[in-house]
C-alpha cells in the first residue's frame, strides 16, 4: 500500500516544543515523560528464571512477525538499562513509564522469583535517585504462556491469578511506585489477541473477544482494592488506547457508522470501567457475543480510579457496512506515517473533550502514549525525524486546548523513549525518540529528543 509521504514544509519552523506562553505545557506540574514496555525492550527472554510468554511463544510462529523478528534480544534493555535510564535523565524527562514482566517475577506456582523482582526494584530505584516519577505498568501483554496454557484471558482464573500478581508485586515495590496501571489497552489484548488473531495468542473469535475483555476488565477492578491496600500513597490507574471514527458522509447510517466505531473502541472499555455496564450497542455490532458475567462483576470492574491513561495513534474513517457495522474508507491525500495511520491532532482533542462530557466521573488523565513510526537512519552520527518532530507538536498543542476546554490532564508520555519490539511489525517500524541500531545496540538521540530536551531545559529555568 503507498501512501502520503509527510512534506516537510509543514509547521517546522517555529520549533517543536515553543508552546504559548499561556499553554498549560509550561507548568512544571504537567508532567512530561517517555514509555516502553517490557517485552518490546528487555530481551534477556532466558535469564534469571524468567519463564515464557505468551508473545515469545507467538513470535516464534512463521508469519505471525515481520521478519521473523522476536523479542529475545530487542534493546537488549535488561543488560543495558543504565545507559538507557542516563539517556532519560540528559533528554530531561521528568517521568518514565515502564511495565513489569510477569513471567520474569513469578514462577508457575505463583511464588515468587527473586531475581526478576531484583531486576525492577534496581531499576525504580534508579529512576528514583534521579528524581523521575515512576509510572509501572503490571500487564503490557506478555502474559505467562503456562496460563495461556490454561486458557489465558478466556479462563476467569487468571483474574485471580492477576490479583495474586498485583498484590506480590504492590507489596515488594511499595513505595517505590508513583503510579501504577493494572492493564495496557485491554483492546489490544482482547480484540487483537483473542477477535482477530493478530497479536498473541493469535486466537480469532468474536465471543472469545468480549469474553477476554471481561475477564481483562475484571482482573484489573480485582487488582485495585489490592494495590490500594499494599501502596496507598501512590496513584491507581488503567491504560485505555482510543480511536477517533468520522463518518465519510453525512448520511444517518455513515454516522451511525462513526458512533459505532468509537462504542466498539472506546465505550466498550470505558463503559464498564466508568459507568459499571457494558454499552449495548456493542451487542447490536456484535450478535450473540455478549459475556458471561457474574453477579457483582461490573461493580468489581468500575472501582473508582485516581487517573485514567490515554494512548492515542490516529482516526479512522468509517462508512456504513450496509447492515449492523462499519468499514473503513481510507481517506485520499491526508498525512500519514509508517505504520500508514494517519496523522490526526484533532482526534486526540475531540476524544478528551467528548469523554469529559460523556462521563460525570472521568478521573485526571495522562496521555500514557502518543507518538509515530518512521524509517529513521543515522547519517554522519544524526538522526533527523523532522515528521515526528511535527507530529509531537500538533499532539501537544492538541492536549493543550483540552485542557484549555476544561479537562484534567496532568501529563504527556511519548512513546517511545527508543526504537523497539513494534509487535507484530518487528523492528522494523521505529517509534523511538532515540534510535536503535540492533546490530550493535547503539543508541543515537534522534533531533526531536534534543528539541524535547531543550524545551523541558527551559521549562526547567522557568518554574
Ligand atoms: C500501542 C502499544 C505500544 C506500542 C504502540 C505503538 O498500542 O501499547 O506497546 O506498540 O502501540
Not at 87 to 92: E, G, I, K, M, V
Not at 163 to 190: F, H, I, K
Not at 341 to 366: A, C, M, Q
Not at 424 to 439: I, K, L, Q, S, T
Request: hydrophobic share 40%; proline share 5%.
Amino acid at each position: 500500500m503507498a501512501y502520503d509521504t509527510f512534506a516537510p514544509s509543514q509547521d517546522l519552523n517555529s520549533g517543536p516544543f515553543s508552546p504559548a506562553a499561556d499553554s498549560a505545557l509550561w507548568r512544571k506540574q504537567f508532567l512530561l515523560g517517555a514509555a516502553t514496555a517490557s517485552y518490546q525492550i528487555e530481551g534477556a527472554v532466558h535469564e534469571d528464571g524468567r519463564l515464557p510468554s505468551i508473545w515469545d511463544t507467538f513470535s516464534a510462529i512463521p508469519g505471525k512477525v515481520l521478519a521473523g523478528d522476536t523479542g529475545a534480544v530487542a534493546c537488549d534493555h535488561y543488560h543495558r538499562w543504565e545507559g538507557d535510564f542516563d539517556l532519560l535523565t540528559a533528554l530531561n524527562f521528568e517521568a518514565y513509564r515502564l511495565s513489569i514482566a510477569w513471567p520474569r517475577v513469578m514462577d508457575e506456582a505463583g511464588r515468587p522469583n527473586q531475581k526478576g523482582l531484583d531486576f525492577y526494584k534496581r531499576l525504580l530505584a534508579r529512576l528514583k535517585e534521579k528524581g523521575l516519577k515512576t509510572f509501572v505498568t503490571l500487564y503490557h501483554w506478555d502474559l505467562p504462556q503456562h496460563l495461556e496454557d490454561r486458557g489465558g484471558w478466556l479462563n476467569r482464573d487468571t483474574v485471580y491469578r492477576f490479583a495474586d500478581y498485583a498484590d506480590l508485586m504492590s507489596r515488594e515495590l511499595a513505595g517505590q511506585v508513583d503510579a501504577w496501571m493494572t492493564l495496557n489497552e485491554p483492546w489490544c489484548s482482547a480484540y487483537l489477541g483473542y477477535g482477530n488473531g493478530h497479536h498473541a495468542p493469535g486466537l480469532a473469535n468474536g465471543r472469545f473477544a468480549t469474553q477476554a475483555m471481561h475477564h481483562l476488565l475484571l482482573a484489573h477492578g480485582s487488582a485495585i482494592p489490592v494495590l490500594r491496600a499494599n501502596d496507598p500513597a501512590s496513584q491507581k490507574g488503567i491504560v485505555a488506547n482510543v480511536g477517533r471514527g468520522t463518518a465519510n458522509s453525512a448520511s444517518a447510517e455513515d454516522q451511525r457508522a462513526a458512533h459505532l466505531f468509537e462504542v466498539q473502541h472506546n465505550a466498550w472499555i470505558l463503559d464498564p470501567l466508568l459507568k459499571g455496564a457494558y454499552p449495548e450497542d456493542l451487542f447490536e455490532l456484535w450478535p450473540g457475543t455478549e459475556p458471561l458475567v457474574l453477579d457483582g462483576d461490573l461493580k468489581t470492574i468500575a472501582a473508582p480510579l485516581d487517573f485514567l491513561g490515554i494512548n492515542y495513534y490516529f482516526r479512522t474513517n468509517v462508512e456504513s457496512d450496509g447492515g449492523h457495522g462499519f468499514t473503513e474508507v481510507p481517506l485520499e491525500g491526508v498525512e500519514r506515517t509508517q505504520m500508514g495511520w494517519e496523522v490526526h491532532p484533532d482526534g486526540l482533542r475531540d476524544l478528551l473533550i467528548g469523554f469529559d462530557k460523556t462521563y460525570s466521573n472521568l478521573p485526571p488523565i495522562y496521555i500514557t502514549e502518543n507518538g509515530m513510526a518512521s524509517d529513521d537512519k543515522v547519517v554522519e552520527g544524526h538522526v533527523d525525524d523532522p515528521q515526528r518532530i511535527s507530529f509531537l507538536k500538533r499532539h501537544l498543542a492538541a492536549v493543550d486546548s483540552a485542557i484549555k476546554a476544561g479537562v484534567d490532564i496532568r501529563g504527556y508520555f511519548v512513546w517511545s523513549l527508543m526504537d523497539n519490539f513494534e509487535w507484530a511489525f518487528g523492528y522494523e517500524r521505529r517509534f523511538g525518540v532515540v534510535h536503535v541500531d540492533y546490530e550493535t545496540q547503539k543508541r543515537t538521540v534522534k533531533r526531536s529528543a534534543e528539541l524535547i530536551a531543550k524545551f523541558l531545559a527551559e521549562r526547567r529555568l522557568r518554574n
